[in-house]
Structure formats: C-alpha cells, structure tokens
C-alpha cells in the first residue's frame, strides 16, 4: 500500500486508552520521523471520532509472532501495528520507517538517515526474529558517561536490540580500568530502558557489590585460599564455604526484592582470577552449586527473574556430569564449544536455556584496542549461534569511544540477530546508498576494502624468548608480505579519495575522516612491527647502531598511536580509542623493545612482566635520543 502526501495529511496516530509508556513512545517517534521525511505532522489522539484513516497499535494474541516480532496489517486505510509485547510495536514502528529510507548505522541525531519522501510504503506481514536475545554490555558507564549511553540506548532500540547487560558497581581490575557502575546512573537511564522495553540484565562481575572486600577482616575464610593456603580478599569467595553462599545468596534475594526492574540477575565471579583453592573447591561444579542455592533462593521471591550463571574460565565452563542447573538459570556461555552441554542440562530440567557472551564483535578489549570492522563474520556467528539453539547474543561493547567500529558491527548484528540468511554484501551496499548515494559503488568498495584490510595480530608479543627467537617475524613484517599489506593501505586510500570526490558536499566530512582514521591508525601499526622486524635483522648482525635507530622509528609510531587513541580530539570520529585498553598492552611491545635496544639475549634477559615503571619512561627516552 502506498500512502501519498495529499492523503497522509488526513492520518492521525490513534494510541489506545490502554496504551503504555513503550505505545506512546513509539507513537512519538512515528509522528517524529513522519515529520522529517514527509514535512507533514500527524496528531496523536487517543479516540478518533471523526473516523479519520489512522496509523494505530494493536496487542496481538497472534500464534505466528514470535518474541518480540510484530505484523503489520492494511485495514481498509488504516495501517495497524501489532505485537505481543510492547516493545515489538516500537520495533515495528522502526522497521517501517526503515523501510521507507531511514538507516540509523551510526548513532546520533547527526548521524542518521532520514530522507525526503512525497509518499510512505506500507509492507503488510509478521517479522519475527532470529533470535530472542539481543544486547550489549557496554563499558564505561558512569556519570560522565550518561549522555553518551542515552544516545547508545536510543541507538540499539533503533536497530532492534532489546537487552542492556551492565554491572550494578563492577570491580575495577587495575588502575584507570573501565568503569561500569549502574547504581550511579540508574534513576537517568533506567526511563529510557523503560519507554523502550529493553530488558536490564545485572549481571557482569559486580561481585564485590553483593559481597564486598569488607568482610573479610571479620571473615577470611569466606574468601578464597591460594595454593599456599593463604585467603586473600582480591579474588573470589570461598564457594565451598557454606556460611559464604549463604551471606552471597541473601545479598542478591535483598537485591532482587529491592529492584523488580531487574529482569536477569547475574552471579558472575570476579573476573578469571583468583578461585579458591581449598580442599571443598576443589570438586567440579562447586560455583553451579552455590548459583543453585542463590537461584532456588531467588525464586521463592522472585519467580519471574531469570538467574544467570555465567559458563566462563575452566572453574565455570567445565559442565559438571552430576549437577543440573535449576529451573530459573539461563546459562551465558562464553565458549561456544560447551554450548551444546549446557543447553541439554538446562531442556533435562526445563531450565531457561543457553545464551552467548561475544568478545569479537564490539570489544575493543579483546581485540587490543584494534576491532575490526565485520560483516559476513558476524552474519556467521549469528548463524552458529542459532544452529546451537541458543537464545540470543550479547557482545561486550568495549569502549564507547570507539563507536564508528562498534556501531558498524553493531548495525550489522542487528540485521543477522532479526535474519541470520540475509546477505551481508547486500546489507552494506543498502547502508551505503542510504548513507553515500552520490557515490554508493565506490564507498561499497570502500567498506570491503576496510572489511579486508590486513591488522596486527594484537596478541603478540609473546613471552619470552626474544624477538630474535620468533621465527615468524621478519616474513610477516618485512619483505615479500610487507609489500602486500602496503599495497592494501594505499589501495583504501586511493577508493576513499574516490569516494570523497565524488560525495563533494552532499556528504559530512566527518563521515570520510573516521574511515581515513581507520586506514591510518593499522598503517601506523604495521610501520610499527616493520621496525621491529629491522630491528630484529639488525640484532643478528650484532650492529646495536641499527637497531636503535629502528626501534626508535618504531617509537615515534607508538608514540603517534598513543596520542591518536588518547587524544580526546579524536573522539568525535569514534575510531582510535579503548585508551585502557591500549596503555595496558604497550607495555608489552615496549618493554620488548627496550630488551632489543640494550641487546639482552637468553644470559642476561630481563623479567617479562604487564606493568614496569622503567617502561614508562622508555617510549619518550626513545624519541629524545
């Protein structure tokens, strides 16, 4: 059905009497966009008396709607949306605006796509999706960071995400970690969670909220015991201590009494560290154990709230043989491979079923610092995770900084979560002739060129031997393969400059300086270990002259790196940040460095270590010399 202007200007938006907070958002952002598209305001009422065509919302008891899936329905002139839940009617408002030529890929007001249209389409149908969960846990959260999250929220909802997973106060693991404290930011974000029906996941490591460090001056022994036989208060509790579980399980039922907005409540330990040692933990399954005591607890409060155990390092992820999750656990694996495992415990037991935990979507942690830009690998990571009878995906979405990689990945994460047969290829060239219409096929090539484009392996360095022990340097960084990934740098220069000529003005600049960014900061990196690599040929022919020259080129790119993540300039095209993230793996690389320079071998090596105070004065020695 096709809905011109003269007739539009006829249409009112009809919200229900029973309507509620969710309807009436959606009717505010249909009235919203309609107007930008179309110049035209349709009035929102709440009875149409007059019997005036209308754009109205239904709750629907419709077998074929799927979680929150919704129809969209012709009825005569009117166009009803339906859904089963709330938030499936602003789901379907998005998906017709999106319909008719809005894309939201990156987020923001500035960065949306509304177009001019004279007439509104109208496809008549039931959209289910994929997959029921769909979120992300996004770091930092915090004061500061409350209007960044806002537009983040507003983003996702855009796209059809329907889960924010965050920490009630999460321990920070070193100095100037991420922040990520919900309690401090609720009575603001927790409205606009609401008015969109997104589902609040506290879960993450927020631990120490519901069990804090304080006890342990009064009780070691709920703590966890080292191989010495030492109890420490910086790793987790002692889960085979009886009096522990109990203190920990009266903590999270308080908790859940006290926040019924709170509709997954998670029992992550501390952060893959630290498991107590002792002869009771020791036995398989001893943290499942203490989260079935805690969730046979909660239940009995609580019977609508899912307990989430969190299938993680080996203390966690090991399914144990002769232990079944209770009713209420939905099980979040971070390790697809025991998947399959868990999901069979929890249908023995009709449990909640099995979800996943990502780290390569939009987790600039995992990833270094350096996340790629993914479209066909995430299609294919939405495809296994529904193959395994998964009920969702959740990525870390680590560090809002970084939002021109994480929001990319995210729009195409929306789009498999919904479909996972969709065409990744199709999807971006739909985005770009949205997005870049003066120059669609050039900014398609584009986007697969930064697809493709060669990175780092940002889990090197290794550990000791030295540089000169690495077989695989010297060809992945010089010679031969260096020349390719060159080649590959200026190839996504030479597509961007085409793009940007033929865009002219029709397009924000900002647009083209994140992707130029994007391109700069992995050629820099490579530069980085071609040094490295000279240096290292340099080092076997023992001329020490060289290889600090080599190594102090490589500097002056650490260094240029380092302020480009830093720099808080750079944080309006959302491309080089995840400064944590960044700071804390420099040490590696340039404590190897300064190894190299002062020519240690096997005899007089230094200890490898994440932190070392030398270090952080060696990058700006470098330079001055």
Same mark, same amino acid.
């Given at each position: 059905?096709?809905?011109?202007?003269?007739?539009?200007?006829?249409?009112?938006?009809?919200?229900?009497?029973?309507?509620?907070?969710?309807?009436?958002?959606?009717?505010?952002?249909?009235?919203?966009?309609?107007?930008?598209?179309? !110049?035209?305001?349709?009035?929102?009422?709440?009875?149409?008396?007059?019997?005036?065509?209308?754009?109205?919302?239904?709750?629907?008891?419709?077998?074929? /709607?799927?979680?929150?899936?919704?129809?969209?329905?012709?009825?005569?002139?009117?166009?009803?949306?339906?859904?089963?839940? +709330?938030?499936?009617?602003?789901?379907?408002?998005?998906?017709?605006?999106?319909?008719?030529?809005?894309?939201?890929?990156?987020?923001?007001?500035?960065?949306?796509? *509304?177009?001019?249209?004279?007439?509104?389409?109208?496809?008549?149908?039931?959209?289910?999706?994929?997959?029921?969960?769909?979120?992300?846990?996004?770091?930092?959260?915090?004061?500061?960071?409350?209007?960044?999250?806002?537009?983040?929220?507003?983003?996702? =909802?855009? #796209?059809?995400?329907?889960?924010?997973?965050?920490?009630?106060?999460?321990?920070?693991?070193?100095?100037?970690?991420? /922040? *990520?404290?919900?309690?401090?930011?609720?009575?603001?974000?927790?409205?606009?969670?609401?008015?969109?029906?997104?589902?609040?996941?506290?879960?993450?490591?927020?631990?120490?909220?519901?069990?804090?460090?304080?006890?342990?001056?009064?009780?070691?022994?709920?703590?966890?015991?080292?191989?010495?036989?030492?109890?420490?208060?910086?790793?987790?509790?002692?889960?085979?201590?009886?009096?522990?579980?109990?203190?920990?399980?009266?903590?999270?039922?308080?908790?859940?009494?006290?926040?019924?907005?709170?509709?997954?409540?998670?029992?992550? +330990?501390?952060? !893959?560290?630290?498991?107590?040692?002792?002869?009771?933990?020791?036995? !398989?399954?001893?943290?499942?154990?203490?989260?079935?005591?805690? =969730?046979?607890?909660?239940? %009995?409060?609580?019977?609508?709230?899912?307990?989430?155990?969190?299938?993680?390092?080996?203390?966690?992820?090991?399914?144990?043989?002769?232990?079944?999750?209770?009713?209420?656990?939905?099980?979040?694996?971070?390790?697809?491979?025991?998947?399959?495992?868990?999901?069979?415990?929890?249908?023995?037991?009709?449990?909640?079923?099995?979800?996943?935990?990502?780290?390569?979507?939009?987790?600039?942690?995992?990833?270094?610092?350096?996340?790629?830009?993914?479209?066909?690998?995430?299609?294919?990571?939405?495809?296994?995770?529904?193959?395994?009878?998964?009920?969702?995906?959740?990525?870390?979405?680590? !560090?809002?900084?970084?939002?021109?990689?994480?929001?990319?990945?995210?729009?195409?994460?929306?789009?498999?979560?919904?479909?996972?047969?969709?065409?990744?290829?199709?999807?971006?060239?739909?985005?770009?002739?949205?997005?870049?219409?003066?120059?669609?096929?050039?900014?398609?090539?584009?986007? #697969?060129?930064?697809?493709?484009?060669?990175?780092?392996?940002?889990?090197?360095?290794?550990?000791?031997?030295?540089?000169?022990?690495? +077989?695989?340097? %010297?060809?992945?960084?010089?010679?031969?393969?260096?020349?390719?990934?060159?080649?590959?740098?200026?190839?996504?220069?030479?597509?961007?400059?085409?793009?940007?000529?033929?865009?002219?003005?029709?397009?924000?600049?900002?647009?083209?300086?994140?992707?130029?960014?994007? /391109?700069?900061?992995?050629?820099?990196?490579?530069?980085?270990?071609?040094? @490295?690599?000279?240096?290292?040929?340099?080092?076997?022919?023992?001329?020490?002259?060289?290889?600090?020259?080599?190594?102090?080129?490589?500097?002056?790119?650490?260094?240029?790196?380092?302020?480009?993540?830093?720099?808080?300039?750079?944080?309006?095209?959302?491309?080089?940040?995840?400064?944590?993230?960044?700071?804390?793996?420099?040490?590696?690389?340039?404590?190897?460095?300064?190894?190299?320079? %002062?020519? @240690?071998?096997?005899?007089?090596?230094? +200890?490898?270590?994440?932190?070392?105070?030398?270090?952080?004065?060696?990058?700006?020695?470098?330079? #001055?010399?």
């Amino acid at each position: 059905m096709r809905i011109n202007k003269e007739s539009l200007r006829k249409y009112k938006i009809l919200l229900p009497a029973c309507a509620c907070n969710t309807g009436s958002f959606a009717a505010e952002e249909l009235a919203k966009y309609i107007k930008k598209m179309t !110049g035209i305001t349709l009035p929102v009422v709440k009875e149409n008396p007059d019997s005036f065509p209308v754009f109205t919302f239904e709750k629907s008891f419709d077998k074929e /709607i799927r979680f929150d899936g919704y129809k969209i329905t012709c009825k005569g002139e009117n166009i009803v949306f339906s859904a089963t839940m +709330p938030r499936g009617i602003l789901h379907s408002v998005y998906a017709f605006l999106e319909a008719n030529g809005c894309c939201w890929a990156w987020m923001g007001e500035k960065n949306e796509v *509304v177009p001019q249209k004279d007439f509104l389409d109208v496809t008549e149908g039931i959209t289910n999706p994929a997959l029921e969960f769909r979120g992300e846990c996004i770091f930092s959260i915090c004061k500061e960071n409350t209007e960044e999250i806002r537009v983040i929220l507003d983003f996702l =909802a855009k #796209n059809r995400f329907n889960m924010l997973m965050t920490s009630t106060r999460r321990t920070i693991k070193r100095p100037g970690g991420w /922040i *990520v404290n919900w309690v401090d930011v609720e009575e603001e974000l927790l409205p606009e969670l609401q008015k969109r029906d997104m589902i609040l996941n506290i879960s993450e490591h927020s631990g120490r909220w519901f069990f804090p460090k304080s006890l342990f001056e009064e009780h070691p022994e709920w703590f966890a015991m080292n191989k010495d036989g030492e109890r420490f208060s910086t790793g987790q509790i002692c889960y085979g201590n009886d009096e522990a579980v109990e203190y920990l399980k009266n903590a999270y039922v308080a908790y859940a009494k006290e926040h019924p907005e709170v509709k997954i409540l998670g029992t992550w +330990p501390e952060d !893959g560290y630290g498991f107590c040692q002792c002869e009771k933990c020791k036995g !398989g399954g001893v943290v499942l154990k203490a989260v079935n005591k805690i =969730a046979k607890a909660l239940y %009995e409060v609580r019977p609508d709230l899912l307990v989430e155990y969190l299938s993680y390092t080996k203390e966690t992820s090991d399914v144990p043989p002769d232990i079944l999750p209770e009713k209420n656990i939905i099980t979040l694996v971070a390790n697809t491979g025991v998947a399959k495992e868990w999901k069979r415990k929890s249908d023995l037991v009709g449990a909640k079923g099995v979800y996943r935990l990502h780290y390569h979507i939009t987790d600039n942690t995992a990833e270094r610092a350096n996340l790629p830009l993914r479209t066909e690998l995430t299609r294919i990571d939405c495809k296994e995770t529904l193959d395994l009878g998964l009920r969702g995906i959740v990525p870390f979405y680590i !560090g809002t900084d970084t939002w021109f990689r994480s929001n990319f990945n995210t729009y195409f994460l929306g789009k498999f979560c919904w479909d996972p047969t969709l065409d990744s290829n199709r999807i971006l060239k739909e985005m770009c002739e949205k997005y870049f219409p003066a120059a669609t096929e050039e900014m398609f090539a584009l986007f #697969n060129a930064l697809v493709e484009l060669p990175r780092v392996n940002q889990f090197i360095p290794p550990p000791w031997k030295l540089w000169q022990y690495w +077989p695989t340097l %010297e060809k992945d960084y010089d010679g031969e393969e260096y020349e390719k990934i060159t080649a590959a740098m200026q190839n996504a220069y030479s597509l961007l400059e085409k793009a940007r000529t033929k865009c002219g003005e029709s397009v924000d600049e900002r647009h083209f300086i994140s992707a130029e960014k994007f /391109i700069e900061f992995q050629e820099n990196m490579f530069e980085s270990w071609h040094c @490295r690599a000279l240096a290292v040929k340099a080092f076997r022919k023992n001329d020490a002259q060289t290889v600090r020259k080599h190594i102090a080129d490589a500097a002056r790119l650490e260094e240029k790196m380092k302020n480009a993540v830093q720099g808080q300039d750079e944080k309006k095209y959302g491309v080089c940040g995840a400064w944590i993230d960044y700071e804390f793996f420099i040490y590696w690389r340039v404590q190897l460095d300064k190894q190299l320079v %002062e020519m @240690r071998t096997e005899e007089n090596k230094l +200890p490898f270590v994440d932190m070392n105070p030398e270090v952080e004065l060696f990058l700006p020695a470098m330079l #001055n010399n």
